[in-house]
């Protein structure tokens, strides 16, 4: 079954399964699922039980509904599952895939009876699936960076997919905008949300510093688990959120009082969030391992994140000395995604950007990967396609 961004067929099923839980929402290109699992985690932290939604999945497709830190258990997603096909068989909806699995998703946390769930969009905003949920439920929207992808579905410009990112905006809610290097997502955005009645809220600036010993009181340390600069952006989305949740009090949520600064701290050091610039121990020959940087860069403007992070990487190599030797190892894989091009994907990684004192051997290794489950879709570029590019 292919994409077909579509409110009408969810909207038919919806009065069967009828979901009232408190939701905070995250759209935007880059970042969403970084934002996401920060705010899940300082609301764990907090003494909240939490729902998380987040796609496509990383293992297995009960990866992208979480509760309370833990994938749900497969009996729960069976049986929520199946009533959701159930009906759809009953109704002749046709859901996608996508919308049975969203679906199922806030079965999953209406019954759990979740404090609190933070909603990642799938793809664009106005016509995606987790758009469908009721406007009661919506605490806080969240919009994160902006950029070109998916413009099959979404628009050719930039504009165009803030456009339809900005679309999970509601009426008398809060949204908040991260930071965006397109100045003109900025007008968009405030056009949309003021059609509709919202209210924007700039992203709290986040800056890496030494102690200030000059400020009164003690230091106060909070060790931020997510690696390289643009997650400070990340973070700074995430505490302006929890900061319109403590300001703008809905009537469906009145736990505010469980967050407070020590849970916001706790649960920024506590935040995780795998195959995002994560770090990760793989076994090899001889009993010997291997560090593995694992990352879901995906389009031009997250792989120029990642070559960034690689470059601060190498930069921070000791070369005081003499020239230093090293091998960078990338395994590639790449969906097929058109208009977007391998090109235009890996030209902001490769070559890696290096300082004069190092010598850098550089190898590539191309790889196919089957279809994700529920993602029939999802193909991977052509080897020789591929390789070529490289």
């Known amino acids: 079954m292919s994409i077909d961004l579509n409110l009408s067929r969810l909207a038919k099923l919806l009065p069967q399964f009828p979901y009232t839980r408190p939701t905070l929402h995250v759209a935007g290109t880059n970042g ?92 664009g905003g106005r016509l995606d ?24 579905f979404l628009g050719d410009t930039v504009s165009a997919i803030a456009k339809e990112k900005a679309g999970i905006a509601r009426a008398g809610k809060p949204v908040i905008l991260g930071p965006q290097k397109h100045t003109d997502v900025e007008n968009v955005v405030e056009h949309v949300v003021s059609q509709v009645g919202g209210e924007i809220l700039r992203s709290v600036h986040i800056e890496k510093r030494d102690w200030d010993e000059d400020v009164d009181g003690p230091p106060v340390q909070t060790p931020f688990p997510l690696h390289g600069e643009h997650q400070l952006d990340n ?34 050091r506590k935040t995780r969030w795998p195959g995002r610039l994560s770090f990760h121990i793989v076994p090899a020959s001889d009993n010997k391992s291997l560090v593995v940087l694992a990352d879901g860069a995906h389009n031009p403007a997250s792989s120029a994140t990642l070559g960034a992070y690689v470059t601060e990487l190498l930069s921070s190599l000791d070369t005081s000395s003499s020239r230093t030797q090293v091998t960078i190892t990338y395994i590639l894989a790449l969906s097929h995604s058109p208009p977007k ?50």
Not at 39 to 48: A, H, V
Not at 51 to 63: A, K, M, Q, T
Not at 129 to 152: C, E, G, K, M, Y
Not at 385 to 390: D, Q, T
């Open 32 to 123: 969403k699922g970084s934002v996401a699992s920060i705010l899940s985690s300082i609301l764990r932290s907090s003494s909240l039980s939490v729902g998380r939604y987040n796609s496509p999945h990383l293992v297995s497709i009960r990866d992208c509904i979480v509760v309370n830190d833990e994938p749900v258990d497969p009996t729960s997603y069976v049986i929520a599952r199946g009533d959701v096909e159930k009906a759809d068989r009953e109704e002749e909806t046709k859901l996608t895939s996508f919308e049975i699995l969203t679906l199922t998703a806030l079965l999953v946390f209406e019954r759990a009876m979740v404090d609190v769930v933070v909603l990642e969009v799938g793809m």
């Open 129 to 152: 699936a987790t758009n469908i949920v009721p406007d009661p439920t919506i605490l806080v929207s969240v919009l994160t960076s902006v950029d070109l992808d998916h413009q099959a």
């Open 235 to 268: 973070l700074g989305s995430a505490l302006a959120a929890i900061s319109a949740l403590l300001t703008h009090p809905q009537p469906n949520f009145k736990l505010q009082s469980h967050i407070t600064p020590e849970s916001v701290a706790e649960g920024i």
């Open 341 to 390: 091009t391998p090109l235009q994907t890996l030209s902001p990684l490769l070559p890696p950007k290096l300082n004069s004192n190092i010598d850098a051997a550089v190898e590539v290794a191309v790889l196919r990967f089957s279809p994700p489950e529920g993602m029939p879709w999802v193909k991977p570029v052509p080897l020789q396609e591929l390789a070529g590019v490289v």
